[in-house]
């Protein structure tokens, strides 16, 4: 009697949550074996939307994935260090995606950073702009009376810097960085003078003849006190800062630069027409 053919199976389906699983441990297995291919190989951006397309994958939301990609940024190594875990970070950053073209985006951070913040451009790319706080006299004493009801927190970071990338026709994908390197450094270097000053102490009571357990407090009081004091001005300055670059990503995403910029052209234009005296017949 003739084998009974055997019956095929139905091809496997998965939904997208395991799809992203069996694609995530491929990439694992294949880096463990070091077969990853030529490392130089690069995909354009029209081929990655192909790839993501035979996997069910929209090209909307693969450009926005995309322009997040291109503006995230990778912390320094210094992050995870003795400074970051007894002061705070360093750096901090804000992201979103908000409606309007990449170079009216730009141009619009670029006027807040320098009108409102009081800093200067450093760098200027095609779809990034790098600024640092300005130096001059006037600017400083603008600072330090908080004109406006202002405290131009930004213009305390050692650099700014905005990243704006086109999703679509009529959406940016914008990502903000503020890098306060120098303002932790000024929480270590006030640390550090708290330690001299309660060692200057501790010698001084010990030449005194005091006793021992007194002359030594003062060089273990005055250290906690330093770092405990250094680690709140620096994390209010970055909390202020976070807050900053949110509340511009606000705004751009409601559009207030472009309602803004608009209402001034038509102001112009009204204002220009009542200047112009009527003819009498």
Known sequence: M???????????????????????????????????GDPAEEFSEEQLIELGKEVGLTPQHLRQALAEERTRSVLPEEEGGVASRLFGPARISAAR?????????????DAW???????????HHSERIVWEPRQDFLVGVKRAL??????????????????????????????LEADFRT????????TGAGVVFGAAIAGSLLVIGAV???AFAPALIAPALGVTGARVMHNHVVTRAQLA????????????????GAESLLGAIVAAATAIPSRRP
């Open 146 to 175: 908080r004109v406006g009801g202002r405290d131009y927190v930004l213009s305390r970071a050692f650099e700014v810097s905005a990243t704006a990338i086109s999703v679509d026709d009529q959406r940016v994908h914008v990502a």
């Open 97 to 109: 995606t908000v409606p309007g073209r990449a170079t009216d985006i730009l141009a619009a951070v």
């Open 113 to 123: 950073m320098q009108r409102q913040e009081l800093l200067i451009v450093k760098r």
């Open 245 to 260: 670059l949110e509340q511009l990503l606000d705004r751009l995403e409601r559009g207030e630069f472009t309602k803004r």
């Open 212 to 214: 021992p357990i007194v």
């Open 2 to 36: 003739p084998d009974s053919p055997v019956p095929s199976r139905p091809p496997a389906r998965l939904d997208r949550s395991a799809l992203e699983r069996v694609l995530a441990r491929a990439a694992e297995l294949q880096g463990k074996t070091g077969d990853s």
């Open 183 to 190: 303002q932790r450094r000024s929480a270590v270097a006030q």
